[in-house]
């Protein structure tokens, strides 16, 4: 990738949970 | 020269999207296609069988697939094999059990999905290992 010297982990959640149906 | 910066990778992406996937499909939020397997109703993402299953790629990759809302699966002794494999589709995870295996495995090899089939055998040839 042009310009990009590093990649970084993200562990946590990448996206919003769609609420769980009761 | 574009400016010097980082890449963020999201290493749970992935399996963040499969699980909201599975909560549509759970809730049948844009479910697009109804499996009717043995006249029991199983509702899905299309986009996810073609994902998954050789089967499904060649029944919904044309223009035709474009039409089916409701595709009947072979009943009888497989039929239950079905709905494990529906789970393993959004969840990663296949149930297996000495009773439920060979029903999986035939409805594995029906929907072509090679994987799962050598998954089956493997357990299969373990549990009949003493």
Redesign the interface.
């Known amino acids: 990738?042009?310009?990009?010297?590093?990649?970084?982990?993200?562990?946590?959640?990448?996206?919003?949970?769609?609420?769980?149906?009761e | 020269k574009g400016a010097l910066g980082y890449v963020r990778e999201f290493t749970r992406h992935s399996s963040d999207v499969l699980g909201n996937l599975n909560e549509l499909r759970l809730r049948g939020i844009l479910t697009d296609v109804t499996l009717l397997v043995g006249g029991q109703p199983l509702r899905a993402h299309k986009a996810v069988l073609i994902a998954c299953s050789g089967f499904f790629y060649s029944i919904f990759r044309g223009r035709a697939g474009v039409g089916v809302d409701v595709l009947s699966l072979p009943g009888g002794p497989e039929a239950r094999g079905f709905a494990p494999l529906l789970d393993f589709m959004y969840t990663s995870r296949l149930r297996l059990s000495p009773a439920t295996a060979p029903a999986v495995l035939a409805a594995a090899t029906y929907l072509q999905m090679e994987h799962v089939v050598q998954a089956c055998h493997r357990f299969i040839q373990t549990s009949y290992e003493p």
């Open positions: 990738h042009e310009g990009v010297v590093a990649t970084v982990k993200e562990a946590g959640r990448s996206i919003h949970e769609i609420p769980r149906e």
